[in-house]
């Protein structure tokens, strides 16, 4: 039904900046909100920045200041750029679109969807 579709992850030294992007395809009418998580093996996966389509945005603390979140709600995509990354940041994101209307034959219904996640390494 709807994939989404990650990139851009990969090594940078502690400092640095990379920049991520997910796009969603599929039967989509309109997605609520998109994200933007990360798992690493010490953590419990963890929300770091979200935006709705209302364009309020969401961040976690440790990012503040350092990541920015935005979307093109028409192409239906997500980027993150993250910028002065330090050792803690390394783990795997997961793109996220939530509450997202797909159209089912003459049906409309709701789903969340998760991306097969990018791994984003930090070296100090």
């Known amino acids: 039904q709807v994939q989404l579709l990650e990139s851009g992850g990969g090594l940078v030294q502690a400092g640095g900046s990379l920049r991520l992007s997910c796009a969603a395809s599929?039967?989509?009418?309109?997605?609520?909100?998109m994200g933007w998580y990360r798992q690493s093996p010490r953590n419990e996966r963890e929300l770091v920045a979200m935006?709705?389509?209302?364009?309020?945005?969401n961040y976690a603390d440790s990012v503040k200041g350092r990541f920015s979140i935005s979307r093109d709600s028409a192409k239906n995509t997500v980027s993150l750029q993250m910028n002065s990354l330090k050792p803690e940041d390394t783990a795997v994101y997961y793109c996220?679109?939530?509450?997202?209307?797909?159209?089912?034959?003459?049906?409309?219904?709701?789903?969340?969807?998760w991306g097969q996640g990018t791994q984003v390494t930090v070296s100090s």
């Open positions: 599929g039967n989509i009418i309109v997605i609520k909100s």
């Open positions: 935006i709705t389509d209302g364009d309020s945005t």
């Open positions: 996220n679109a939530d509450h997202v209307a797909v159209l089912i034959g003459l049906t409309v219904k709701e789903y969340d969807y």
